[in-house]
Protein backbone atom coordinates (compact mmCIF):
# COMPACT_ATOMS: atom_id res chain seq x y z
CA UNK A 1 0.00 0.00 0.00
CA UNK A 2 1.22 3.61 -0.91
CA UNK A 3 2.34 5.37 2.33
CA UNK A 4 0.25 8.55 1.33
CA UNK A 5 -3.09 5.66 1.54
CA UNK A 6 -2.56 5.23 5.08
CA UNK A 7 -4.27 8.04 6.62
CA UNK A 8 -6.97 8.16 4.43
CA UNK A 9 -7.38 5.09 5.04
CA UNK A 10 -6.77 5.00 8.66
CA UNK A 11 -9.51 7.76 8.30
CA UNK A 12 -12.37 5.80 6.63
CA UNK A 13 -11.64 2.92 8.96
CA UNK A 14 -12.32 5.57 11.89
CA UNK A 15 -15.49 6.94 10.58
CA UNK A 16 -16.45 3.15 10.30
CA UNK A 17 -15.89 2.21 13.54
CA UNK A 18 -17.68 5.07 14.76
CA UNK A 19 -20.74 4.50 13.05
CA UNK A 20 -21.04 1.10 14.14
CA UNK A 21 -22.47 1.84 17.92
CA UNK A 22 -24.97 4.00 16.20
CA UNK A 23 -26.07 1.26 14.13
CA UNK A 24 -25.40 -1.53 16.75
CA UNK A 25 -28.05 0.83 19.02
CA UNK A 26 -30.36 1.05 16.70
CA UNK A 27 -31.68 -2.18 15.78
CA UNK A 28 -32.51 -1.39 12.17
CA UNK A 29 -35.35 -2.35 10.78
CA UNK A 30 -36.63 -1.67 6.62
CA UNK A 31 -37.36 2.17 7.80
CA UNK A 32 -33.87 2.79 9.46
CA UNK A 33 -32.05 0.98 6.89
CA UNK A 34 -33.97 3.16 3.99
CA UNK A 35 -32.75 6.32 6.34
CA UNK A 36 -29.29 5.18 6.04
CA UNK A 37 -29.17 4.45 2.35
CA UNK A 38 -31.00 7.38 0.95
CA UNK A 39 -28.57 9.72 3.34
CA UNK A 40 -25.46 7.62 1.48
CA UNK A 41 -27.22 7.67 -1.64
CA UNK A 42 -28.10 11.54 -1.78
CA UNK A 43 -24.58 13.31 -2.80
CA UNK A 44 -24.56 11.26 -5.61
CA UNK A 45 -27.89 11.98 -6.39
CA UNK A 46 -26.29 15.71 -8.04
CA UNK A 47 -23.37 15.88 -10.13
CA UNK A 48 -22.45 19.46 -7.99
CA UNK A 49 -22.24 17.75 -4.87
CA UNK A 50 -20.18 15.08 -6.74
CA UNK A 51 -18.10 16.81 -8.43
CA UNK A 52 -16.71 19.47 -5.49
CA UNK A 53 -16.44 16.09 -2.93
CA UNK A 54 -14.27 14.72 -5.64
CA UNK A 55 -12.86 17.83 -5.96
CA UNK A 56 -11.50 17.98 -2.34
CA UNK A 57 -9.72 14.71 -2.45
CA UNK A 58 -7.52 15.86 -5.72
CA UNK A 59 -6.73 18.70 -4.16
CA UNK A 60 -6.02 17.56 -0.76
CA UNK A 61 -3.66 14.94 -2.97
CA UNK A 62 -2.03 17.71 -4.49
CA UNK A 63 -0.95 19.39 -1.59
CA UNK A 64 0.32 15.86 0.07
CA UNK A 65 0.85 15.27 3.63
CA UNK A 66 -1.11 16.86 6.44
CA UNK A 67 -3.85 18.18 3.72
CA UNK A 68 -4.57 14.24 3.00
CA UNK A 69 -6.57 13.64 6.45
CA UNK A 70 -6.64 17.29 7.51
CA UNK A 71 -8.30 19.24 4.27
CA UNK A 72 -11.39 16.37 3.85
CA UNK A 73 -12.14 15.53 7.70
CA UNK A 74 -12.29 19.38 7.72
CA UNK A 75 -15.01 19.61 4.92
CA UNK A 76 -16.63 16.57 6.43
CA UNK A 77 -16.60 17.68 9.85
CA UNK A 78 -18.42 21.03 8.86
CA UNK A 79 -20.74 19.56 6.40
CA UNK A 80 -21.78 17.46 9.26
CA UNK A 81 -22.63 20.67 12.03
CA UNK A 82 -24.39 22.34 8.70
CA UNK A 83 -26.23 19.51 7.86
CA UNK A 84 -27.87 19.68 11.53
CA UNK A 85 -28.63 23.21 10.87
CA UNK A 86 -30.17 22.82 7.82
CA UNK A 87 -32.76 19.63 9.91
CA UNK A 88 -33.47 22.23 11.75
CA UNK A 89 -34.27 24.56 9.73
CA UNK A 90 -31.80 26.53 10.27
CA UNK A 91 -31.26 29.42 7.29
CA UNK A 92 -28.06 30.05 5.34
CA UNK A 93 -28.59 32.41 1.91
CA UNK A 94 -26.87 31.82 -1.29
CA UNK A 95 -26.81 27.70 -0.83
CA UNK A 96 -26.92 27.12 -4.73
CA UNK A 97 -24.15 29.39 -5.21
CA UNK A 98 -22.17 28.90 -2.70
CA UNK A 99 -22.43 24.98 -4.35
CA UNK A 100 -21.56 26.43 -8.11
CA UNK A 101 -18.54 28.36 -6.54
CA UNK A 102 -17.39 25.39 -4.81
CA UNK A 103 -17.03 23.38 -7.82
CA UNK A 104 -15.67 26.53 -9.70
CA UNK A 105 -12.95 27.55 -7.03
CA UNK A 106 -11.81 23.81 -6.57
CA UNK A 107 -11.74 22.81 -9.87
CA UNK A 108 -9.93 26.07 -10.47
CA UNK A 109 -7.63 25.09 -7.65
CA UNK A 110 -6.87 21.55 -9.19
CA UNK A 111 -6.36 23.11 -12.50
CA UNK A 112 -3.58 25.59 -11.89
CA UNK A 113 -2.02 23.25 -8.71
CA UNK A 114 -2.65 26.19 -6.24
CA UNK A 115 0.03 25.71 -3.28
CA UNK A 116 -1.63 27.17 -0.43
CA UNK A 117 -0.98 26.31 3.36
CA UNK A 118 -3.29 23.76 4.56
CA UNK A 119 -4.97 25.55 7.20
CA UNK A 120 -6.10 27.57 4.17
CA UNK A 121 -6.69 24.77 2.24
CA UNK A 122 -8.93 24.02 5.26
CA UNK A 123 -10.68 26.98 5.71
CA UNK A 124 -11.86 27.11 1.98
CA UNK A 125 -13.00 23.56 1.86
CA UNK A 126 -14.60 24.16 5.29
CA UNK A 127 -16.44 27.55 3.77
CA UNK A 128 -18.01 25.36 0.80
CA UNK A 129 -18.84 22.42 3.43
CA UNK A 130 -21.55 24.99 4.86
CA UNK A 131 -23.47 24.74 1.68
CA UNK A 132 -23.10 21.24 0.71
CA UNK A 133 -24.26 20.07 4.07
CA UNK A 134 -27.16 22.24 4.76
CA UNK A 135 -28.26 21.54 1.10
CA UNK A 136 -28.17 17.72 2.48
CA UNK A 137 -30.00 18.37 5.70
CA UNK A 138 -32.74 20.32 4.71
CA UNK A 139 -33.97 17.75 1.79
CA UNK A 140 -34.04 15.37 4.18
CA UNK A 141 -37.14 13.68 3.73
CA UNK A 142 -39.38 14.40 6.89
CA UNK A 143 -40.23 11.15 8.15
CA UNK A 144 -36.33 10.31 8.04
CA UNK A 145 -34.28 10.01 11.20
CA UNK A 146 -31.49 12.49 11.40
CA UNK A 147 -29.14 10.73 12.85
CA UNK A 148 -28.58 7.77 10.08
CA UNK A 149 -29.76 9.86 7.27
CA UNK A 150 -26.92 12.09 7.79
CA UNK A 151 -24.77 9.38 8.86
CA UNK A 152 -25.45 7.87 5.25
CA UNK A 153 -24.36 11.12 3.46
CA UNK A 154 -21.43 11.27 5.73
CA UNK A 155 -20.34 8.25 4.97
CA UNK A 156 -21.19 8.76 1.09
CA UNK A 157 -18.64 12.11 1.35
CA UNK A 158 -16.26 10.31 2.93
CA UNK A 159 -15.90 7.43 0.15
CA UNK A 160 -15.85 10.75 -2.24
CA UNK A 161 -13.07 12.19 -0.60
CA UNK A 162 -11.26 8.93 -0.70
CA UNK A 163 -11.84 8.17 -4.52
CA UNK A 164 -10.71 11.76 -5.05
CA UNK A 165 -7.39 11.26 -3.22
CA UNK A 166 -6.52 7.92 -5.00
CA UNK A 167 -7.43 9.43 -7.85
CA UNK A 168 -5.20 12.36 -7.81
CA UNK A 169 -1.89 10.08 -5.71
CA UNK A 170 -2.49 8.36 -9.08
CA UNK A 171 -2.35 11.50 -11.77
CA UNK A 172 0.69 12.91 -9.68
CA UNK A 173 2.91 9.44 -10.17
CA UNK A 174 1.77 9.22 -13.88
CA UNK A 175 3.30 10.30 -17.14
CA UNK A 176 0.48 13.04 -18.23
CA UNK A 177 -0.48 13.74 -14.61
CA UNK A 178 -0.27 17.64 -14.73
CA UNK A 179 -2.59 17.44 -18.14
CA UNK A 180 -4.78 15.33 -17.20
CA UNK A 181 -5.34 16.92 -13.41
CA UNK A 182 -5.69 20.26 -15.71
CA UNK A 183 -7.90 18.51 -17.97
CA UNK A 184 -10.23 17.58 -14.58
CA UNK A 185 -9.88 20.46 -13.34
CA UNK A 186 -10.63 22.46 -15.84
CA UNK A 187 -14.07 20.83 -16.51
CA UNK A 188 -14.83 21.50 -12.94
CA UNK A 189 -14.48 25.16 -13.53
CA UNK A 190 -16.87 24.67 -16.61
CA UNK A 191 -19.53 23.01 -14.68
CA UNK A 192 -19.46 25.23 -11.65
CA UNK A 193 -19.47 28.20 -13.89
CA UNK A 194 -22.95 26.68 -15.94
CA UNK A 195 -23.99 26.27 -12.37
CA UNK A 196 -23.68 29.72 -11.59
CA UNK A 197 -25.27 30.73 -14.69
CA UNK A 198 -28.40 28.57 -14.67
CA UNK A 199 -28.80 29.08 -10.76
Do not use: N
Not at 60 to 72: D, F, S, Y
Not at 155 to 170: R, S, V
Not at 182 to 195: D, M, P
Amino acid sequence: MHRKLLPVCTAALAITLAALPTLASAHPGFGEIHDLTHGFAHPFTGLDHMIAMLAVGVFAAQLGGRALWLVPGTFVAVMAAAGVAGMLGITIPYVETGIALSVLALGAAIAFAIRVPVAVAMALVGFFAIFHGHAHGTEMPTSASGVLFGLGFVLATAALHAIGIGFGILIGRGAGGRQLAQLAGGAAVVVGAALLVIG
